[in-house]
């Protein structure tokens, strides 16, 4: 499984930033797809997460009702919209696959990251 994140850069605070993410391999034929993010000098935590089937859905504390995951199935592409950017949201974001799991833990499976830097 490989995935690669994309999409990142510099932004201002209250911006928006919309990632994507190409897998090698059919998203629909996992439980779940999302990202994660891993702030500097802190250990990677999971942003949010759809189920491909049942409409499962997870986000965090801080993501909830800023940020948006969608996948688009037909091109194998994951997406991240991350609106109302605050400066603590600065990490590397990371696309995940989970067989198993739609939820803080999911990322059975995750790739190359993408920077997102949020400053004035």
């Known amino acids: 499984v490989q995935l690669q994140a994309s999409g990142g850069g510099l932004v201002q605070p209250g911006g928006s930033l919309n990632l994507s993410c190409t897998a090698s391999v059919r998203t629909s034929e996992f439980y779940a797809v999302g990202w994660l993010r891993q702030a500097p000098g802190k250990e990677r935590e999971g942003v949010g997460c759809?189920?491909?089937?049942?409409?499962?859905?997870y986000y965090s504390n801080s993501a909830l009702d800023r940020f948006t995951v969608s996948v688009d199935n037909a091109k194998n592409t994951v997406y991240l919209q991350m609106n109302s950017l605050k400066l603590e949201d600065t990490a590397v974001y990371y696309c995940?696959?989970?067989?198993?799991?739609?939820?803080?833990?999911?990322?059975?499976?995750w790739g190359q990251g993408t920077l997102v830097t949020v400053s004035s």
């Open positions: 995940a696959l989970d067989n198993y799991l739609c939820g803080p833990s999911m990322g059975e499976y």
């Open positions: 759809i189920s491909t089937v049942g409409g499962r859905s």
